[in-house]
């Protein structure tokens, strides 16, 4: 009797312990099920988060575009993709190259023709939908290159540095250097040379805190001014203007003389003898 009442009452917790446990299965299958959308979801927010500053990238291109690039197009040399220098090595070019600045208040996205009234307004558009036309597969960052580069006299040309921290210096001109021997090797020939010994002078022999030497030292691309340009349309429009007004004055003094001249030998006919 005691083993049957044992049993009844085994009988007894199991059916009472079943819910429990086909609810605790349940909880957890569905724990496995979800974990993988949890970690997929986590996986897709760490690939649109970029590392890289957009605007450090730009005032890094801005100066290899302005202070270099000219020299290399006069070299005619043509820079590695392996070069850090790279244009294809900027991880913003392709959306910069799509930003179009149509008027003072106006920039338009040249993916989806969208306008926008700042261009920190048109940065933000492309970070939120344009985040897949990135390539970050390789980590290519053109602000990596700044300390190199001085893009703080880009960014910030009123500010001047009161304290030079050698330690500092020390590494970007190691940088600088580096990108000078990777870029431009001197046994590439003789434009790969000049433009190696440009490149140290242009930027990597103003890095030490002696302060003797200025970044940019040896020039600029030359362009075009916006005052040159109107002058220059608005003399083309008045020159002939000009021209036809000197031809009509001319004209008009040929033909008062040759008026006096018939007047004055009228006058001489009709006078009596």
């Given at each position: 009797m005691k083993m049957r009442s044992g049993s009844k009452r085994a009988v007894v917790f199991l059916f009472l312990c079943l819910p429990f446990s086909s609810t605790a299965l349940q909880l957890t299958q569905d724990f496995k099920k979800s974990a993988p959308g949890r970690n997929l979801k986590q996986v897709e927010e760490d690939v649109h988060e970029v590392h890289c500053s957009r605007e450090r990238s730009r005032a890094a291109w801005n100066i290899i575009d302005e202070y270099l690039m000219p020299f290399v197009e006069k070299e005619q040399y043509l820079i590695?993709?392996?070069?850090?220098?790279?244009?294809?090595?900027?991880?913003?070019?392709?959306?910069?190259?799509?930003?179009?600045?149509?008027?003072?208040?106006?920039?338009?996205?040249?993916?989806?023709?969208?306008?926008?009234?700042?261009?920190?307004?048109?940065?933000k558009h492309f970070e939120n939908r344009h985040y897949n036309l990135l390539n970050v597969s390789n980590g290519r960052c053109m602000a990596d290159l700044c300390g190199a580069?001085?893009?703080d006299l880009m960014l910030e040309p009123m500010i001047r540095k009161t304290k030079c921290n050698p330690a500092a210096a020390a590494r970007n001109r190691h940088l600088c250097e580096s990108l000078a021997n990777s870029c431009f090797p001197v046994n590439e020939g003789p434009s790969a040379s000049r433009l190696h010994e440009f490149f140290l002078r242009q930027f990597c022999d103003a890095h030490p805190c002696?302060?003797?030497?200025?970044?940019?030292?040896?020039?600029?691309?030359k362009r075009t001014s916006m005052t040159y340009v109107t002058i220059s349309i608005l003399i083309l429009m008045l020159l002939p203007l000009f021209y036809g007004f000197v031809y009509l004055y001319q004209r008009g003094i040929k033909r008062g003389a040759q008026e006096l001249k018939r007047i004055s030998q009228g006058g001489r006919k009709k006078k009596p003898y």
């Open positions: 590695s993709p392996k070069c850090r220098l790279h244009p294809d090595n900027d991880l913003y070019r392709d959306q910069e190259q799509h930003k179009f600045h149509v008027d003072v208040d106006e920039w338009r996205c040249g993916y989806c023709k969208k306008k926008f009234y700042e261009e920190k307004y048109l940065d580069l001085h893009c002696t302060g003797k030497q200025k970044p940019f030292s040896k020039g600029r691309r």
